[in-house]
């Protein structure tokens, strides 16, 4: 059984980190730059990067509407990092002219562990996902400071100094983390959202 079509936003962030872990959880993945691309696929993956910047240029490539109205449509997305900030309703420091495609009930904060500096790795249990916790990479991420009905909480921080912060949730075909996990070899984040999609499609 061949694989979905899963695409990568591609306009900016670890685009290729997350091409090589879906391809390796069993998808067909392909950078996505253009509306027409879009189309084409059965699940997209919003990458970490920056969030304002990729708020900039999905405007500038002509994506901010049709991943509207695809998220509308049920399309499965998982948002990591960056990907979360831009799947979230309300973005707490986040700039005026920042805009995402407002898809998962929840308030995030932007850079709330800090800056780059204080950038950590912590394990993390994630609800659904057998094999213990994850090894979770954050760079300069955000963290869930609400989540409204509907929205499943996957995965909080559970020691040192974040301990209890939300940074993994679901809402229908939506996922998101704070954290990396095309950054560490562990595919089953991804394995996961494959299954989602396939499920979805």
């Known amino acids: 059984m061949s694989g979905p079509t899963i695409g990568v936003l591609a306009l900016q962030g670890d685009v290729r980190e997350h091409v090589a ?3 390796g959880a069993g998808a067909d993945a392909r950078p996505v730059r253009r509306p027409e691309e879009l189309d084409a696929v059965h699940g ?3 990458p970490g990067g920056e969030s304002t910047t990729i708020s900039k240029l999905a405007d500038i490539f002509e994506l901010r509407e049709p991943i509207d109205k695809r998220i509308a449509g049920g399309l ?20 005026p002219d920042q805009r995402g495609f407002d898809g998962i009930e929840m308030t995030v ?3 709330a562990f800090g800056r780059q500096v204080d950038s950590f790795e912590a394990p993390v249990a994630v609800d659904g996902v057998e094999g213990g916790p994850f090894h979770a990479v954050f760079i300069r991420a955000p963290w869930v400071e609400r989540v409204g009905d509907g929205v499943e909480v996957l995965g909080t921080v559970t020691e040192g100094p974040a301990a209890g912060r939300i940074v993994a949730v679901r809402q229908g075909n939506l996922l998101a983390t704070s954290f990396h996990p095309e950054l560490t070899g562990d595919l089953r984040l991804h394995r996961y959202f494959v299954e989602l999609v396939r499920a979805a499609s």
């Open 76 to 95: 499965p997305v998982y948002g990591s990092c960056a990907g979360m900030i831009m799947l979230a309703r309300e973005v707490l420091d986040g700039r």
């Open 44 to 46: 997209l993956v919003i």
């Open 21 to 23: 872990a879906l391809t």
């Open 109 to 111: 904060r932007r850079n």
